[in-house]
């Protein structure tokens, strides 16, 4: 089996259109959430989200390009430019065959499918544009990207919902060291915040109602907690065999060693009682990447600041880890930048690999008084902490019970 | 000629292309990038803007700028 590591990064998220700001507003605590600018929320009960802002994606691509890409493949496009310029990598030394695509997207072109819709209520089925089926498919955040780049290798994209990013990078990590790719350009993007879906969320009381001041509503584990604020981005890496990363002098900033995936078999939105599927899925997370619970130092969790996913993902933690769990450093980025949904173990994925890098550990914004069902692990709290991490893990469950652990580790020569 | 400019702009608008390159021998798609898609779209943009329909057996043939600014001005005048 190969062993598979990360050698470009790259993010667009409510708090920056590049890694580095993100990273640097994510470490100061910063949050990202803001009331919506994208359209008119008078009539909506939720008015706001995490919104990515002054994206100015004709800076990077043709503008005709553009007028065929729904916002969702404009921003996996931009964070993909990021992480293969970060990479280094030069696809004319390589065996295009060899370079897959793997992004995922839990809805895909949300705007586009609003759009033409309206035109085909009031206009008639003749008024639908030729692009509207290719600019709303979801697995355009793959297919355009390997467009752009010219990359032959295994390209597709998986959706399941929140999990959608956590499951991309996951399978390519197998399709890398099972010998199908030597490099796959993996993550999420979404790009959700359009009337209808808010609307959609928001009615079926996924989305907090607090109508205090939007910084502080996202509040994972915290007791006074009470929905998902709704966000969107991308997080994209660059994933590249071992062997092939080194004979061309890359760095690398951490190793993917192991993926768990499972289901719970239970219900459209909520999760398996006690988070016996995410409990599963981080069990064989580890035993894939060898590792025993002891090794684990630190998880990011998907903490979306919902009633059940907060106690269940905690209890599943508590569950499989046992005393260990009172050790291990847990937070959530979703506090600081919202739900990204099918992008967020993209972005996630790289918080975590730079905490790796950086030994530093972020807050959970918000997290004021710990839920006592969320009680028993090592919550990091006031501010970033400074602590070597060896080996984590990176949570992503999503709607329909698909639940998704990847495991990250120091890369070790 | 005003019907000229108007076509000249939805092309230059659809396709992206400078307006120096929209003359009357224009091919839509060897000369002007357009894929099939896009003369799919440029047709209803075309009809959007006239306020006519125009059948497929017709917009088939309309493969050059000069071709689709007669039949447009044929319409015009009925």
Request: glycine residues 10%.
């Amino acid at each position: 089996m190969n062993r598979v590591v990360i050698t470009g990064i790259g993010a667009i998220t409510p708090l920056g259109n590049d890694v580095k700001t993100t990273w640097e507003k994510i470490i100061r605590g910063e949050s990202g959430i803001d009331y919506i600018k994208a359209f008119d929320t008078e009539k909506h009960t939720v008015k706001i989200a995490g919104e990515v802002k002054g994206f100015q994606p004709e800076t990077k691509f043709d503008p005709k390009t553009l007028k065929r890409l729904d916002r969702v493949v404009q921003l996996s496009m931009w964070a993909a430019a990021e992480a293969i310029a970060d990479s280094g990598i030069d696809f004319d030394q390589c065996d295009r065959n060899q370079v897959g695509v793997i992004i995922g997207s839990g809805i895909g072109g949300l705007t586009t499918w609003e759009e033409e819709h309206t035109k085909f209520i009031h206009h008639g089925p003749g008024r639908v544009s030729p692009f509207l089926i290719p600019m709303m498919i979801p697995d355009m955040t793959s297919g355009y990207v390997a467009i752009e780049w010219k990359l032959k290798g295994p390209n597709y994209t998986i959706t399941s919902a929140c999990a959608s990013g956590a499951h991309s990078i996951g399978m390519a990590f197998k399709e890398i060291r099972y010998g199908k790719a030597q490099v796959v350009v993996s993550g999420g993007s979404e790009a959700p915040i359009t009337p209808f879906a808010v609307a959609g969320f928001s009615n079926m009381r996924a989305l907090s109602r607090n109508t205090a001041d939007p910084k502080t509503v996202s509040k994972p584990f915290d007791r006074d907690r009470d929905g998902f604020v709704i966000a969107e981005g991308a997080g994209i890496f660059v994933m590249e065999e071992l062997e092939f990363a080194k004979r061309r002098g890359a760095r690398i900033y951490a190793e993917v060693a192991g993926f768990g995936a499972t289901g719970d078999g239970f219900h459209i939105t909520a999760p398996a009682p006690d988070g016996e599927g995410a409990r599963r899925a981080m069990a064989m997370a580890l035993d894939d990447a060898g590792c025993k619970p002891a090794d684990i130092d630190y998880i990011n969790a998907h903490g979306t600041s919902t009633d059940l996913n907060d106690k269940y993902e905690i209890k599943a933690i508590r569950d499989l880890f046992g005393d260990r769990a009172a050790k291990i450093a847990v937070n959530s980025t979703k506090s600081m930048i919202g739900h990204t949904l099918g992008a967020a173990g993209g972005v996630e994925g790289i918080i975590a690999i730079l905490s790796i890098q950086n030994s530093k550990i972020h807050t959970t914004r918000n997290l004021v008084n710990v839920d006592p069902e969320c009680a028993g692990v090592d919550f990091v709290l006031n501010g970033t902490r400074t602590q070597p991490v060896n080996c984590c893990l990176s949570n992503s469950l999503g709607f329909g019970g698909h639940n998704a652990s990847i495991c990250f580790k120091k890369y070790i020569p | 000629m005003p019907l000229f400019d108007d076509v000249r702009n939805i092309i230059v608008e659809q396709l992206h292309v400078p307006p120096e390159k929209v003359n009357l021998e224009a091919k839509f798609i060897e000369d002007l990038g357009a894929d099939s898609l896009d003369t799919v779209e440029l047709i209803m943009a075309f009809e959007e803007k006239f306020g006519l329909q125009i059948p497929e057996e017709e917009a088939q043939k309309l493969d050059t700028v000069g071709k689709a600014v007669t039949y447009l001005e044929g319409k015009a005048k009925t």
